[in-house]
């Protein structure tokens, strides 16, 4: 029994930071790289259930060069046995349908039995990996999981999501699925550093798109449809602490007022 866990190691702004010459994303120099916060929690949903059930393996995969490898290290010092990688220069600036077609190729090489996602990325946030992943296996698919009751070899497996205005949804899906981990449906455990120093000697697979059946062409179709055109800090307004007595702040509110107009 296995559960493959997608995860990703994102880009942290600086304060002060500059875009690349292309205008098209932050310069690298200006981000601190660090394990996305939902992939914490979707990795320790799978630990749990691997602890709970003998003879369950739970392997985190992700798409990055080759300092993207910290991740998963983070992750197997938590527990695990291995790790996969995946990597090519084509898929530098790959978009999410590209990102799931290489996923899609590894769960299909894997065969795992459940696939466990964060419901989105703090750095872009577009919330499709998992939802994009189901589709591309033909796969059922729950979105913002905050309970899982499930034992490996079950055929359906019950699970609570997070809806709006507090509710929550009691469902039931049938196994294999795609599961998009939502925050707070657990405590994710903090490494201890005989895991960290273990971490570093478990075996890290890593895969080139030719390794899963795939080419540039492939990933340029599949993502055909998305591409970043420029990438900007918007303006900001500005702001005015107005102190002093009632009638000296009503007198600064009018002369702004003034200020306003007389610019309009």
Same mark, same amino acid.
């Given at each position: 029994m296995k559960i493959l866990v997608p995860v990703k190691q994102i880009g942290v702004v600086d304060e002060d930071f500059e875009l690349r010459d292309d205008g098209k994303d932050v310069d690298p120099d200006f981000l601190n790289f660090e394990a996305n916060e939902w992939d914490d929690y979707s990795y320790e949903a799978a630990l749990q259930i691997m602890e709970a059930t003998d003879g369950v393996e739970v392997v985190p995969v992700t798409v990055g060069p080759d300092d993207a490898e910290d991740v998963l290290r983070r992750c197997l010092a938590k527990g695990g046995e291995r790790g996969i990688r995946v990597w090519d220069d084509a898929l530098e600036d790959a978009g999410p349908a590209a990102i799931v077609q290489v996923l899609a190729k590894v769960v299909e090489k894997e065969q795992p039995d459940m696939v466990f996602v964060g419901t989105l990325s703090s750095d872009r946030s577009y919330a499709q990996t998992g939802v994009g992943l189901a589709a591309a296996l033909g796969w059922p698919h729950a979105a913002v999981i905050t309970g899982i009751e499930w034992k490996p070899g079950d055929p359906k497996a019950t699970l609570l999501r997070?809806?709006?205005?507090?509710?929550?949804?009691?469902?039931?899906?049938?196994?294999?699925?795609?599961?998009?981990?939502?925050?707070?449906?657990?405590?994710?455990?903090? +490494?201890?550093?005989?895991?960290?120093?273990?971490?570093?000697?478990?075996?890290?697979?890593?895969?080139?798109?030719?390794?899963?059946?795939?080419?540039?062409?492939?990933? +340029?179709?599949?993502?055909?449809?998305?591409?970043?055109?420029?990438?900007?800090?918007p303006e900001t307004g500005q702001a005015e602490l107005i102190e002093g007595t009632p009638a000296e702040q009503a007198a600064r509110l009018a002369e702004i007022i003034n200020e306003l107009k007389g610019a309009a």
């Amino acid at each position: 029994m296995k559960i493959l866990v997608p995860v990703k190691q994102i880009g942290v702004v600086d304060e002060d930071f500059e875009l690349r010459d292309d205008g098209k994303d932050v310069d690298p120099d200006f981000l601190n790289f660090e394990a996305n916060e939902w992939d914490d929690y979707s990795y320790e949903a799978a630990l749990q259930i691997m602890e709970a059930t003998d003879g369950v393996e739970v392997v985190p995969v992700t798409v990055g060069p080759d300092d993207a490898e910290d991740v998963l290290r983070r992750c197997l010092a938590k527990g695990g046995e291995r790790g996969i990688r995946v990597w090519d220069d084509a898929l530098e600036d790959a978009g999410p349908a590209a990102i799931v077609q290489v996923l899609a190729k590894v769960v299909e090489k894997e065969q795992p039995d459940m696939v466990f996602v964060g419901t989105l990325s703090s750095d872009r946030s577009y919330a499709q990996t998992g939802v994009g992943l189901a589709a591309a296996l033909g796969w059922p698919h729950a979105a913002v999981i905050t309970g899982i009751e499930w034992k490996p070899g079950d055929p359906k497996a019950t699970l609570l999501r997070e809806l709006e205005g507090g509710l929550v949804e009691q469902l039931s899906v049938n196994c294999p699925a795609v599961l998009t981990i939502q925050l707070g449906i657990n405590t994710p455990r903090y +490494a201890s550093l005989r895991g960290v120093k273990q971490a570093k000697e478990r075996p890290v697979e890593e895969l080139s798109l030719s390794d899963l059946g795939l080419s540039g062409d492939d990933l +340029a179709a599949a993502g055909g449809s998305f591409r970043v055109r420029r990438m900007y800090k918007p303006e900001t307004g500005q702001a005015e602490l107005i102190e002093g007595t009632p009638a000296e702040q009503a007198a600064r509110l009018a002369e702004i007022i003034n200020e306003l107009k007389g610019a309009a």
